[in-house]
């Protein structure tokens, strides 16, 4: 039997998987860091809380997730043109001792048996529209794209900075990667403009990543992408996690296939709900695992990490997915 890691290299890279790869049971994520203090995760129903960038955070109840506050009292950047003198990065400059706590908790993992994951969020065009709010942000690709691309330049600096002391520290040999780039039906941005703004700063990112030993890139966008996966493949994406069903994720399987993975194809607003069932469940992964295949291809729900909205629904999908192995394999 091939452990965990080796199960999911087989799998995107077209080789001989015994089974599906189960969600994320490859990756062991390295979750504590001195910089994640910067960035404390609000309660699901409990008070805001500001971030590093300032950047006021809610965790609604009932949803996947938080979101940025964006009235007039929290916006960060109320004016793209005066971003300089408003956006200020979170500090980087923390004493060794400050990384070096972590260690054990890394040095813990059985790299054997899974991927030691380093995990960001948000990425550059969510850092983007959590300044501002999602609205300004689009409008200003339009608008004021040279005062855009400085932003999205200081943000990737950032990123740089921060990639450097995880590899240095941690040497991660997987990264989950956040960054949203599109809603349920289309992307936010054209593919065109996706390639003239965020295309050159994630060519920088996971360059780096993958120069300092990081062997598996996966990135999340639970939304519809389809037009953006070319782009993916150029930046260096191994596995686009979250695609979700408009993406016809079969269809991308055939087509790109063996220079990309898909990870999803299990829709959060379909079976993560109060009223989800076991049989709900079970048709949905039977449907994601008959129709994508063996390769190329992750059944899991959309959501950027384990775990699900409601109890018991991760576990089920993951059950579920056991039994197609049996059944597939």
């Known amino acids: 039997m091939l452990t965990k890691r080796q199960n ?133 690709f339009y608008v004021e794209p040279e005062s855009m691309k400085e932003l999205i330049d200081y943000i990737t600096e950032y990123e740089l900075h921060y990639a450097k002391l995880l590899c240095d520290n941690y040497h991660p040999d997987a990264l989950l990667h956040h960054d949203d780039w599109g809603s349920h039906r289309s992307s936010f941005l054209s593919p065109q403009m996706f390639d003239e703004f965020i295309v050159p700063a994630y060519k920088k990112i996971y360059g780096f990543y993958k120069a300092n030993g990081v062997e598996v890139i996966v990135h999340h966008s639970d939304s519809y992408a389809a037009n953006l996966v070319p782009h993916m493949i150029e930046m260096g994406i191994d596995v686009f996690q979250g695609c979700v069903t408009t993406n016809n994720v079969p269809e991308l399987v055939k087509k790109y296939g063996g220079k990309i993975s898909f990870m999803g194809d299990i ?49 089920a999908v993951s059950a579920e997915i056991d039994k197609m192995s049996k059944e597939l394999f």
């Open 8 to 140: 999911l290299l087989e799998t995107i890279k077209g080789g001989n998987p015994d089974r599906f790869v189960k969600q994320y049971e490859p990756f062991a994520f390295i979750w504590g860091n001195p910089v994640s203090t910067a960035f404390p995760f609000p309660e699901p129903g409990g008070p805001a809380v500001k971030n590093g960038w300032g950047v006021t955070i809610r965790f609604q109840e009932n949803t996947p997730g938080p979101f940025p506050v964006h009235d007039d009292e929290h916006r960060v950047l109320k004016d793209i043109k005066k971003w300089k003198e408003t956006v200020k990065a979170p500090n980087l400059d923390y004493p060794q001792e400050a990384w070096d706590q972590f260690k054990p908790t890394v040095e813990a993992i059985d790299r054997n048996e899974v991927f030691a994951t380093g995990i960001v969020a948000p990425g550059v065009f969510e850092q983007c529209h959590y300044l501002m709010g999602m609205e300004d942000c689009l409008i200003n």
């Open 267 to 315: 829709d959060n607003g379909v079976v993560d709900c109060a009223d989800w069932t076991p049989e709900l469940v079970a048709r949905e992964v039977r449907r994601a695992c008959e129709n994508n295949g063996k390769w190329y291809f992750i059944p899991c729900l959309a959501a950027g990490g384990p775990g699900s909205t409601y109890p018991g629904v991760y576990d």
